[in-house]
Every structure is written in C-alpha cells, then in structure tokens.
Nanobody, 125 residues
C-alpha cells in the first residue's frame, strides 16, 4: 500500500520561509518522479513543482520560480519543498504526489496516481 505523508506546514508571515517534507512508503521511491500541488479554498488543485527520478531535473509553476525549490533524497524516500519569500497568495493545502511508475517529471494533474493527505500552509500579510 502506497503512502505519502507530508509534514512541515504551518502559519508564517509574508516574506518568511517554510520547508515541507513528504516521506513515501510502499513503493520503490527512486522509480517515481515526484511532485507538489496546492489547493486554495474555492480553487482547483494546481501544480507547484516536480522532480524527475534522479532529482536532477525540476519544473515549477511560474508563480513560484525563484522562491521555491524542490529536492529529493532517494536514500530516505523523501521529497522536500523549500519555500522562501512566501506571499499570502501561497496560502493553500499542499499535497505531495507521485505519477505512474517510471513516468518522467510532469505538471499534469491527470498523470499523478498517488497522493498524500495534505499539509496546510497559511501566509499572513
């Protein structure tokens, strides 16, 4: 049974930083690209960042480029999202996700098969 468990969310002031982590179990982690999505109240879930299986290719939504960094540690079955210069519009529930086995890094929601339960990030102005 695949499980993705996020942690690290919280309340932070605008301009601050948070680091989200996601630990995976029940799958061969190094065989999966990984991604982070977010969903704000009343809005659709949107792609934030993704990394390939090796962790040497990353993609980001334009709104977070230069502020967020995705990384992974295959030895620890972990993917992280370092979020700097946070803005109130970054407030959302953040989800870790894995696409189908051996798929490359992707921003497409429909490519993702496994999802975590989410962690709340709130940025106050």
């Amino acid at each position: 049974q695949v499980q993705l468990v996020e942690s690290g969310g919280g309340l932070v002031q605008a301009g601050g930083s948070l680091r989200l982590s996601c630990v995976a179990s029940g799958l061969t982690f190094s065989s999966y690209a990984m991604g982070w999505f977010r969903q704000a109240p009343g809005k659709e879930r949107e792609f934030v960042a993704g990394t390939n299986r090796a962790g040497d290719s990353m993609i980001y939504v334009d709104s977070v480029k230069g502020r967020f960094t995705i990384s992974r540690d295959n030895a620890k079955n972990m993917v992280s999202l370092q979020m700097n210069s946070l803005k109130p519009e970054d407030t959302a529930t953040y989800y870790c996700a894995a696409p189908s086995l051996l798929r490359g890094v992707t921003a497409r929601y429909e490519d993702y098969r496994y999802w975590g339960q989410g962690t709340q990030v709130t940025v106050s102005s």
